[in-house]
């Protein structure tokens, strides 16, 4: 067993081990910071379905209310009627068919990638490069589109692609930890609605299995999914 440094053994030490709503967690995990840097703050959301089974798959997106404390640089590839209108809405690299090209050999300085339909043809030859990154523009996640500034402006005001993982668990950012409590909460919240609203009609028995909220050095703590599963009555 690996041994944890005094640390994280400390902050651990400050998260009761019990499951707490999504807002007592969230402070909790504020309360046991020790790292010296801006941690980002993750939800890991364990789901009652068989990824393995098409009709099973979970995935969607959703605009965080107070974004994500960074900004993501977006690439649109689209063809020249519409490269105009992407540089006007603040994309960071525009291009068509030299930037797949420029990919091809290696290029991958962007965090998200728009395209419109009529490029597909030319970007389906990045499906091995974009794909294992999750970068590949997707109509389902609103990245294949030809209303490119709607695309880049949910992009740059903190939206998430969230995805179930072949063990059955969406891992996803809802910002960073010197947020306020509050927008934590908002974001975390924002999240699991979308989580929630996204099940398959073929998921059988209980949805939320496990839900942990965690910042990128400290200990995780444990979500009341019982508390999840009323507010999604109302």
Same mark, same amino acid.
């Given at each position: 067993?690996?041994?944890?440094?005094?640390?994280?053994?400390?902050?651990?030490?400050?998260?009761?081990?019990?499951?707490?709503?999504?807002?007592?967690?969230?402070? !909790?995990?504020?309360?046991?910071?020790?790292? +010296?840097?801006?941690?980002?703050?993750?939800?890991?959301?364990?789901?009652?379905?068989?990824?393995?089974?098409?009709?099973?798959?979970?995935?969607?997106?959703?605009?965080?209310?107070?974004?994500?404390?960074?900004?993501?640089?977006?690439?649109?590839?689209?063809?020249?009627?519409?490269?105009?209108?992407?540089?006007?809405?603040?994309?960071?690299?525009?291009?068509?068919?030299?930037?797949?090209?420029?990919?091809?050999?290696?290029?991958?300085?962007?965090?998200?990638?728009?395209?419109?339909?009529?490029?597909?043809?030319?970007?389906?030859?990045?499906? +091995?490069?974009?794909?294992?990154?999750?970068?590949?523009?997707?109509?389902?996640?609103?990245?294949?589109?030809?209303?490119?500034?709607?695309? $880049? +402006?949910? $992009?740059?005001?903190?939206?998430?692609?969230?995805?179930?993982?072949?063990?059955?668990?969406?891992?996803?950012?809802?910002?960073?930890?010197?947020?306020?409590?509050?927008?934590? $909460?908002?974001?975390?919240?924002?999240?699991?609605?979308?989580?929630?609203?996204?099940?398959?009609?073929?998921?059988?028995?209980?949805?939320?299995?496990?839900? !942990?909220?965690?910042?990128?050095?400290?200990?995780?703590?444990?979500?009341?999914?019982?508390? $999840?599963?009323?507010?999604?009555?109302?």
């Amino acid at each position: 067993m690996p041994k944890h440094g005094k640390k994280f053994s400390a902050g651990a030490k400050k998260v009761a081990a019990k499951p707490h709503t999504l807002p007592e967690a969230v402070a !909790t995990m504020q309360a046991a910071k020790f790292a +010296k840097f801006d941690e980002t703050v993750e939800l890991a959301m364990r789901l009652g379905v068989d990824p393995k089974h098409a009709d099973q798959m979970v995935r969607g997106t959703v605009v965080l209310p107070h974004g994500l404390g960074t900004s993501k640089s977006v690439l649109v590839i689209a063809g020249a009627d519409k490269q105009k209108e992407a540089q006007e809405a603040g994309a960071d690299f525009v291009g068509g068919d030299e930037v797949v090209e420029k990919i091809l050999g290696g290029w991958m300085e962007f965090d998200a990638v728009v395209a419109t339909p009529d490029m597909m043809r030319a970007v389906g030859r990045l499906g +091995k490069v974009l794909g294992p990154r999750g970068l590949m523009p997707n109509p389902k996640t609103g990245t294949v589109t030809p209303n490119v500034a709607q695309a $880049i +402006k949910e $992009i740059k005001a903190g939206k998430v692609e969230f995805r179930v993982d072949k063990t059955g668990i969406i891992h996803a950012p809802v910002g960073k930890m010197s947020f306020p409590t509050q927008n934590l $909460i908002d974001n975390a919240h924002a999240l699991v609605d979308s989580v929630v609203k996204a099940k398959p009609p073929a998921a059988k028995g209980k949805y939320l299995k496990s839900v !942990t909220v965690s910042s990128t050095m400290g200990p995780g703590v444990t979500v009341d999914t019982a508390h $999840i599963d009323e507010r999604a009555k109302h």
